[in-house]
């Protein structure tokens, strides 16, 4: 059980596996996205140059299986955590799908980008809803200005989405929980160990030991849609 004092601010970062009870694959899990095709082909500022229709293909087949999808009792037991918690609770997600915003979480921090939003990979139009597929015989999109429309996701050697509003958070948590996420990919492996450093209680939930489980005070090794439900006990 993890108690929440009436003052307590709350950092909650998720990974896959929070939505691998809904159907998405895992990144590194059996049947994971890693396990079958190379990062370095499809997810790199390079691989985009190099092949961007072999990337929007990639990144169309991830959107057709998101949008098939539903919550698991794990993203809806956060959206009510949300909500009797108001702003005291932040919640950052290293995944693009948007289940999290289905099972009623309002402010939710996408920080490797969103599934469902696209943008110009050269001028300044902010990043924009769409759900499009960029298949043949689909041309690629282009902006208005004349460059290609890209994905609104992070790719490897990028620097993640709202780093200062987390560094931000993570300075102001008396409490960090993570689930469902191997802690091998940074930055986001290291939030736990900076919280814990400032004194924050740390916790994990999922039914693996994570890469970076010396710097949990308390691991509850278990589905995140079983363990969140009832994971949460207010003073
Ligand atoms: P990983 O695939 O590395 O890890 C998924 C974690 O989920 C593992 O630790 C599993 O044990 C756990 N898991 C599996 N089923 C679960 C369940 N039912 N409940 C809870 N946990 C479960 O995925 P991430 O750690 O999210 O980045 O990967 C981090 C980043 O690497 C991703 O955001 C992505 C990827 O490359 C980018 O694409 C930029």
Not at 20 to 34: D, K, N, Q, V, Y
Not at 73 to 99: I, K, W
Not at 128 to 133: M, V, W
Request: aromatic content about 10%; overall charge positive; proline content about 8%.
């Amino acid at each position: 059980m993890v108690e929440i004092g009436p003052n307590d601010r709350v950092f909650i970062l998720t990974g896959a596996g929070i939505s691998a009870e809904s159907g998405l694959p895992t990144f590194r899990g059996e049947g994971g996205i890693w396990r079958q095709r190379r990062a370095e082909e499809i997810a790199t500022p390079a691989a985009w140059q190099k092949n961007p229709q072999f990337v929007w293909e990639f990144y169309s087949m991830r959107r057709r299986k998101a949008a098939e999808v539903k919550p698991n009792p794990g993203h809806f037991a956060l959206a009510a955590l949300e909500r009797a918690m108001g702003d005291r609770l932040f919640l950052c997600t290293q995944n693009v799908d948007n289940l999290h915003e289905q099972a009623g979480s309002r402010n939710a921090v996408h920080m490797h980008g969103e599934l469902f939003k696209s943008r110009c990979e050269s001028c300044a139009r902010l990043p924009f809803d769409d759900s499009n597929l960029y298949e043949p015989p689909r041309p690629l999109p282009r902006c208005p200005c004349g460059a290609l429309i890209r994905p609104h996701i992070c790719w490897f050697g990028e620097v993640p989405f709202q780093m200062d509003r987390i560094f931000r958070a993570l300075s102001e948590c008396m409490l960090f929980i993570a689930a469902g996420t191997s802690g091998v990919v940074e930055p986001a492996a290291s939030f736990a160990a900076h919280a814990r450093h400032r004194g924050a209680r740390t916790f994990y939930v999922g039914p693996e030991t994570p890469a970076n489980s010396s710097v949990f005070g308390e691991m509850f090794l278990g589905k995140s849609g079983e363990a969140l439900p009832n994971l949460f006990k207010f003073l």
